[in-house]
């Protein structure tokens, strides 16, 4: 819906972690640099989604494994192709997907849903995408998130708190019915399950009504550089990705109190 002011969970991510990032990916209209990294890691947790679409989609898990190898042969995916302890993970967490589809007794089904909420009378949209959705006899709904590494409880939460929003939206489900948020990690198992209402749905919106327009009235955008630099996309074009050698900044003995600390360190 154009006038509105769309919000995701990657954008306050971004927000969150870095605002120069974030100014970057949505302000500055630069064309986004090709990834330099990529990793074993990234790629398995790109195939597996991948896989884990394609088994949503025709339920055949024969084609997501076909997909998910297509995808590791790929010449510039040799970290993680055949032969590679990668690629065995990579179709561990598979077949482990394909374990937890087939545990699911829906009565329909959507990957990669990628749908919104718009909130008209706030000029706001939130946005979301969500791995899965399933809708159940009876009417009710579940959403999942496939994690193929460590948990991060609180992001996971953050992305299924949209998801069940866009779900609870787009599909118009009935006031009183719930939506299982659900977080499956394909490598540890770990099922991280909350069952949501719509009061938690109004609550969420509200939230991120409140974020989008924190986000609106910010001017300044500086660089916070941080550990996820090595991954930020926007390192070639960033002069703050690397702290300055020395800088008015620095802690120094000076600055800090007492003075029976070993120079050099704990050690020396
Ligand atoms: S490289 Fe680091 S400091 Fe620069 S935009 Fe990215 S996250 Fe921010």
């Known amino acids: 819906m154009s006038g509105l002011f769309t919000i995701t969970h990657s954008m306050v991510q971004s927000y969150e972690r870095c605002r120069k990032q974030y100014w970057f990916t949505y302000l500055s209209g630069f064309e986004r640099p090709p990834d330099e990294v990529v990793t074993p890691a990234g790629l398995i947790g790109t195939g597996v989604h991948r896989a884990m679409k394609t088994l949503c989609l025709t339920g055949d898990p024969e084609d997501g494994a076909r997909e998910l190898d297509a995808y590791l042969r790929m010449p510039a995916h040799d970290c993680a192709g055949p032969g590679t302890d990668a690629f065995d993970r990579a179709m561990a967490l598979y077949a482990r ?18 749908t919104w909420a718009p909130v008209p009378s706030r000029a706001v949209t939130v946005r979301a995408r969500i791995d899965r959705a399933d809708r159940f006899a009876g009417g009710s709904w579940q959403v999942i998130d496939w994690k193929t590494g460590h948990d991060l409880d609180e992001v996971t939460d953050a992305q299924l ?8 939206t787009s599909f118009r489900v009935p006031r009183d019915a719930t939506v299982r948020a659900v977080g499956w990690n394909l490598r540890s198992g770990q099922v991280r399950e909350r069952v949501l209402r719509r009061d938690d749905a109004v609550a969420t919106v509200k939230r991120y009504i409140g974020i989008a327009y924190r986000i609106q009235a910010t001017k ?27 800088s008015e900044w620095d802690w120094s003995d000076d600055d800090l109190p007492g003075d029976d600390a070993p120079a050099g360190g704990p050690s020396a």
């Open 161 to 168: 708190d949209l998801g069940h929003v866009a779900v609870r």
């Open 97 to 114: 997907g394909c374990e937890a589809h087939a545990s699911i007794a829906s009565e329909d089904r959507w990957p990669e849903l990628d």
């Open 220 to 246: 300044d955008f500086p660089a916070t550089p941080n550990r996820a630099c090595g991954f930020c996309a926007w390192r070639p074009l960033c002069p703050d990705s690397e702290p300055p050698a020395v």
